[in-house]
């Protein structure tokens, strides 16, 4: 009896035994426990994180490599620090956003480590962004269609009455009317401006190409020009200055033009020079004397 006993309580503690060493196991499996497992803490600052709770997982380019350990605000925006393996390599141009799993919208952070620029140390911060997932995408269409009708009861207030309507009816055929036109149009000008947009390039090309194996002479005739403006623009000056003068009666040409008197003497000159003229040629004998020996 005593033996039997005996044997049932080993029995007992044996299960007992067996009972707690499948408890830890379970609790280590489910919660992902491995004992030589070191991490590396990165923080990530976003604006909001839309329901992110400690110990959400942390995956990076695909496989999950971490956790969430620790959430808090810091000046007015979100701080998450992430415990992240050891080994693993984030560089200054990673991407960390925040996503959703499944129909509930469970978080998690999703990071591409990056390619280029500098190595980030342990402790680095950077930022984050936040991706709506399919919980606030439903929401926003509940809004969105909320706004929809409040539209529809705009345009039934607007539009109610059938002259209204008859009205609108008519402008829109005459809309569709006039786009079938412009339509007809293009079609039938089609290939004309085809032609004109291929004239067009070839022309261009064709300048651009004198452009180029002429860039010397232009640029040549181009410093010719500017030159000739210059000494244009000092003709205009010495000009402007010799008709100042001419109005200001300095000169002999300003003097006969100012001056009347002398005017009228070399009008009375010219015309005793063409009396005497006229006379010569009346009587030649009087001014030519010719004498034979």
């Known amino acids: 009896m005593a033996t039997t006993t005996r044997r049932t ?20 499996w489910i919660g992902e426990v491995r004992w030589n497992r070191r991490w590396e803490t990165y923080s990530v600052y976003f604006d909001q994180v839309g329901g992110l709770e400690v110990g959400d997982p942390v995956d990076v380019s695909g496989l999950e ?10 000046n007015g925006r979100v701080r998450a620090d992430l415990l992240i393996q050891q080994g693993v390599v984030l560089r200054k141009d990673c991407s960390v956003e925040i996503r959703s799993i499944g129909l509930m919208g469970e978080k998690y952070i999703h990071i591409l480590p990056g390619k280029t620029g500098e190595v980030l140390k342990p402790g680095s911060a950077v930022e984050g962004k936040y991706r709506p997932g399919l919980t606030e995408v439903v929401a926003g269409t509940g809004e969105m269609m909320q706004d929809v009708k409040q539209l529809v009861a705009v345009l039934q207030n607007v539009f109610g009455s059938k002259e209204q309507s008859r009205g609108l009816g008519e402008s829109l055929a005459n809309l569709d009317e006039m786009l079938r036109e412009a339509v007809r149009l293009l079609r039938e000008t089609r290939d004309d401006i ?11 090309e064709g300048l651009n190409d004198i452009v180029g194996t002429r860039k010397d002479e232009i640029k040549m005739g181009i410093e010719r020009f500017s030159r000739a403006a210059s000494r244009l623009d000092s003709l205009t000056i010495t000009l402007k200055e010799i008709t100042d003068g001419i109005d200001r009666g300095e000169g002999s040409l300003g003097k006969l033009i100012k001056e009347k008197k002398l005017y009228e003497e070399l009008d009375s000159a010219l015309e005793n020079l063409n009396l005497l003229i006229e006379d010569i ?5 009087r001014y030519v004397t010719i004498e034979i020996f």
């Open 65 to 74: 490599l971490g956790k969430v350990g620790k959430i808090t605000l810091e």
């Open 281 to 285: 040629r009346e009587h030649p004998e």
């Open 9 to 28: 309580e080993i029995q007992v503690g044996i299960a007992v035994i067996l009972g707690a060493v499948i408890l830890v196991v379970g609790v280590m």
């Open 194 to 204: 085809r032609a004109t947009a291929e004239n067009m390039r070839s022309a261009s």
